[in-house]
């Protein structure tokens, strides 16, 4: 029983369930971006570039078995048992990595800088306070009011 309850001491860690609930929005904000590169980004890239579909560029590295090429599609040359190069879908998993890495960084780059902010703040508070006649922010060890004078 004490593996029990060390196991669920475990889970229960804060740590943990932020991990967790990161793992499950990331494999959600994933299905988007691959959405997004699918069906948003490649259609016009591959109209640009003379109706290509880059789902579907391949290369047969051995012809199957069941069915002699040409093939149209992977899914084709899977069934007929041949072994495909899928580059096309290689580089659609290229360019979904690109944009989550860049999400990413953008999402970190903003928590960093709210953290100095935060960090700032917090350094301004404990080396300054409020003078009583003008209510400007002064240092903490200033014995008269560098903006009214006044002693404090």
Known sequence: MSVMKDFQSFVMRGNV????????????????VKS????????????????????NLFVVLKNGAKASPPYDTIAQAHAAGAVTLNYGLFINTIISFII????VFILI????????????SET????????PQCCSNININAKRCPNCTSSV
Do not use: W, Y
Not at 17 to 32: N, P, S, T
């Open 36 to 55: 997004l590169v699918d069906d948003v980004i490649m259609p016009p890239i591959g109209l640009a570039l003379g109706n290509v579909d880059f789902s």
């Open 100 to 103: 989550i890495a860049t999400a």
């Open 109 to 120: 780059r903003f928590m960093a800088r709210l953290q100095h902010a935060m960090h700032k």
């Open 124 to 131: 301004v508070a404990l080396t300054t306070k409020e003078c």
């Open 17 to 32: 369930v932020d991990m967790a609930v990161g793992i499950i929005i990331g494999a959600a904000f994933g299905a988007i």
